[in-house]
């Protein structure tokens, strides 16, 4: 070709891999510009397309849109294009390719380093786990303890193999705790470590259904929204990777089979004693919101995805990770901490009671942008997109606006004057407005401009129209 094609997208995209995908079942060559390693190109795309969403195609300098403007071309549409590439060079004025030392140092950026800082107190795990201390232990006639020690002989031994003063042995002992290393297993009794006969089990002994028990990490603690970055790129990078080539699936059984996932895996321990204390709230969004998509996938991976109204309850309110001590499970991440402590639809109470140590995370005040970021693995669910603490209200609004841009968040029948929304909208309207004219306020202030933003406008204005919910596509 003599001209060029420009696909501008992101990592993760279904629908940037299915435009390549008709890309090359029509012969068609194309340069993929990703956002992802070229973030200096993203305001470009949006100047260039007025749009906030990916993919955006250009041939030469005549710009297409979106994947659904490509496949909805007519053929004689389609043969001028491909002819206009072929015959004609690309104007000063068209997208131009990255240079190869951009593409150089884009791809040097993504590659994900987990070194980190050993944490001296993990050494004292492994010499606690040859020690002899840990075994099973019976208190009463009730409670039986597995695979535990005792705080006062944790001292003892401290004092005895490591020939340090009894008052030094305590404080490596609380330290272990502090650092979620360990904790303690009885009621009633105080968190922090006591030298007396309370009984404490190293975290990674819990009997834990979360998907990251069962192992420990020897890294000093970093703070939270350090590692979900980390793990979010990982993860995100797995996800494209194992993506259909029409996008509209993922290979969960080969992912599992990967090396890069056996790594991730093995990099989620470190969430275990992450820091979450002092997080602002736009570190707490962008954290949680990451790790709850990246556990939507590990999930589907391990267990697969839930295909039945009772297997979807069990699937979100079981599946968890141990975060900074305390188990979450994708539930208790999106109403306890991200909802502000709202109950989930359906239930009686809320995620955390007054006394639940989880509750000083929750954010103190609902963020209904969330809903479009949250991947739950359904066609109807917003596309996986990256999340940042220092832009999180900016990522989210376009998360938000990308949403209802599609037919799976917002449809207008101007003859009916009805509204058609998503069911994200019924099932959580209390973070939405009051009724349904707040409702629509909201839906028209996250829209981006255009026919369905103008149109939309319309109705609200006139204050005749009817609101409805589309059935929520599970497959």
């Known amino acids: 070709m003599k001209g060029r094609v420009i696909i501008f997208s992101i990592t993760g995209c279904?629908?940037?891999?299915?435009?390549?995908?008709?890309?090359?079942?029509?012969?068609?060559?194309?340069?993929?510009?990703?956002?992802?390693?070229?973030?200096?190109?993203?305001?470009?795309?949006?100047?260039?397309?007025?749009?906030?969403?990916?993919?955006?195609?250009?041939?030469?300098?005549?710009?297409?849109?979106?994947?659904?403007d490509f496949d909805k071309l007519a053929e004689s549409e389609l043969q001028e294009l491909i002819r206009e590439v072929e015959e004609n060079p690309a104007p000063a004025d068209a997208p131009q390719p990255p240079s190869p030392k951009s593409a150089d140092s884009a791809k040097a950026g993504e590659e994900i380093d987990f070194t980190c800082e050993l944490d001296e107190y993990a050494q004292l795990v492994n010499d606690f786990k040859g020690s002899g201390l840990i075994k099973d232990r019976r208190k009463g006639f009730i409670h039986n303890y597995k695979n535990s020690f005792v705080g006062?002989?944790?001292?003892?031994?401290?004092?005895?193999?490591?020939?340090?003063?009894?008052?030094?042995?305590?404080?490596?002992?609380?330290?272990?705790v502090e650092r979620n290393f360990g904790h303690s297993l009885e009621k009633g009794k105080a968190a922090e470590f006591k030298d007396d006969d309370t009984i404490y089990r190293l975290l990674e002994d819990d009997e834990s259904t979360a998907l990251n028990s069962g192992m420990s990490s020897s890294c000093e603690p970093r703070p939270a929204p350090q590692v979900a970055e980390e793990l979010r790129r990982l993860i995100l990078n797995l996800y494209s990777e194992f993506l259909s080539k029409d996008g509209k699936g993922v290979d969960y059984a080969a992912m599992g089979q990967s090396k890069e996932f056996i790594a991730y895996i093995k990099h989620t321990a470190e969430l275990q004693r992450v820091k979450l204390e002092g997080m602002t709230r736009e570190e707490t969004l962008a954290?949680?919101?990451?790790?709850?998509?990246?556990?939507?996938?590990?999930?589907?991976?391990?267990?697969?995805?839930?295909?039945?109204?009772?297997?979807?309850?069990?699937?979100?309110?079981?599946?968890?990770?141990?975060?900074?001590?305390?188990?979450f499970a994708l539930n208790e991440i999106e109403n306890g901490v991200l909802r502000s402590n709202r109950k989930a639809i359906g239930a009686v109470t809320k995620p955390f009671s007054k006394s639940d140590?989880?509750?000083?995370?929750?954010?103190?005040?609902?963020?209904?942008?969330?809903?479009?970021?949250?991947?739950?693995?359904?066609?109807?669910?917003?596309?996986?997109?990256?999340?940042?603490?220092?832009?999180?209200?900016?990522?989210?609004?376009?998360?938000?606006?990308?949403?209802?841009?599609?037919?799976?968040?917002?449809?207008?029948?101007?003859?009916?004057?009805?509204?058609?929304?998503?069911?994200?909208?019924?099932?959580?309207?209390e973070d939405f407005g009051s009724n349904n004219e707040e409702l629509v306020q909201f839906v028209l202030a996250h829209m981006g401009k255009g026919q369905k933003k103008d149109q939309l406008e319309e109705l609200l204005v006139s204050g005749n129209f009817k609101v409805g919910f589309m059935k929520y596509n599970w497959i």
């Open 14 to 68: 279904p629908f940037c891999m299915r435009a390549k995908d008709k890309m090359q079942k029509l012969g068609i060559e194309y340069m993929d510009i990703n956002l992802d390693n070229y973030p200096e190109r993203r305001t470009e795309a949006k100047e260039r397309s007025g749009k906030n969403t990916v993919p955006q195609i250009f041939f030469n300098n005549r710009h297409i849109g979106g994947f659904d």
């Open 152 to 176: 006062k002989e944790a001292v003892d031994w401290l004092v005895s193999s490591k020939k340090v003063e009894r008052e030094k042995a305590v404080e490596m002992c609380r330290q272990l």
């Open 287 to 327: 954290f949680f919101v990451n790790i709850y998509n990246a556990l939507v996938i590990h999930a589907n991976v391990i267990r697969g995805p839930p295909v039945n109204l009772w297997q979807r309850y069990k699937f979100f309110n079981t599946i968890c990770y141990t975060i900074g001590g305390y188990t």
């Open 357 to 429: 140590p989880r509750l000083k995370v929750s954010l103190p005040a609902p963020e209904p942008k969330i809903h479009f970021a949250l991947v739950c693995g359904a066609k109807s669910c917003p596309p996986i997109k990256t999340y940042t603490s220092a832009g999180i209200d900016e990522e989210l609004s376009l998360a938000a606006e990308a949403f209802l841009e599609g037919e799976d968040g917002c449809v207008l029948n101007m003859p009916k004057r009805e509204i058609r929304l998503s069911k994200i909208f019924q099932w959580y309207k």
